[in-house]
């Protein structure tokens, strides 16, 4: 049972580079984000979908898109890498807000390490 | 607003002594709060959550929380420390704002347990 996967695990880039990080869930949860987190800041979301081909801004959302392709996928793309853009990236699924489901908690992968220089 | 504070960036205890790490929360309506622990260069994992009912909530490794609605308060607790308890300890509270559910998380506060 893998729960939340992100891939890659690290990841060094130059200012002006792109990618695209991946987060995969087999929980068959409705929502999914992506936060960063960065020291003193606590995690702070930066976008996030409440279904498959649905996504939304969340409280940092500038400099990133995503999309939501496939309900267990959710990818976050870095078009133009700036310095700012270093930190802790993480993933996280849930249930969606009806039903049994709607008082458990998110489910975190253990993140991405993103070096920009 | 919505908003969860954790007024300590780190808190010191001995093993075997017991350990509060506070939270406090701003919300409108019912709260729904919720207590995540993350260990070194690892994701966040749930430990406890308040939705209704008992206002000392039993989580996972030993961990309870009290909910005070007076004080608007939500801390986390533990009879006895471990020193694997040393981790960095988050609280959040889910917020409902335009037909969707989104979690506002605190600033996180790190534990060391002593030996």
């Known amino acids: 049972n893998a729960g939340v996967t992100q891939t890659p695990k690290f990841r060094v880039l130059k200012t002006g580079q792109s990618m695209t990080l991946l987060c995969a869930q087999d929980?068959?949860?409705?929502?999914m984000y992506w936060y960063r987190q960065d020291p003193g800041m606590g995690l702070r979301l930066i976008h996030y979908?409440?279904?498959?081909?649905?996504?939304a801004k969340g409280e940092v959302p500038d400099g990133y898109n995503v999309s939501r392709l496939k309900k267990q996928n959710f990818l976050l793309g870095l078009e133009s890498a700036a310095p700012s853009q270093t930190s802790v990236y993480f993933c996280?699924?849930?249930?969606?807000?009806?039903?049994?489901?709607?008082?458990?908690?998110?489910?975190f992968g253990d993140g991405t390490r993103l070096s920009i220089l | 607003a919505q908003s969860v504070a954790q007024p300590e960036d780190q808190v010191n205890v001995a093993e075997g002594n017991p350990l509060t790490v506070k939270c406090t929360y701003s919300?409108?309506?019912?709260?729904?709060l919720f207590w995540y622990v993350q260990y070194p260069n690892r994701g966040l994992q749930f430990l406890l959550k308040?939705?209704?009912?008992?206002?000392l909530v039993k989580g996972s490794y030993g961990f309870e929380a009290e909910f005070n609605k007076s004080q608007t308060s939500f801390h986390l607790k533990k009879p006895s420390a471990l020193v694997s308890d040393s981790a960095l300890y988050f609280c959040?509270?889910?917020?409902?704002?335009?037909?969707?559910?989104?979690?506002?998380f605190g600033t996180g506060t790190r534990l060391k347990v002593l030996a």
């Open positions: 996280a699924s849930s249930y969606t807000s009806a039903g049994r489901g709607r008082n458990q908690p998110q489910h």
């Open positions: 929980m068959n949860h409705e929502y």
């Open positions: 979908s409440v279904g498959e081909g649905t996504t």
């Open positions: 919300v409108s309506g019912n709260p729904y």
């Open positions: 308040y939705i209704t009912g008992d206002n």
């Open positions: 959040a509270v889910r917020s409902y704002t335009s037909g969707t559910y989104k979690y506002i």
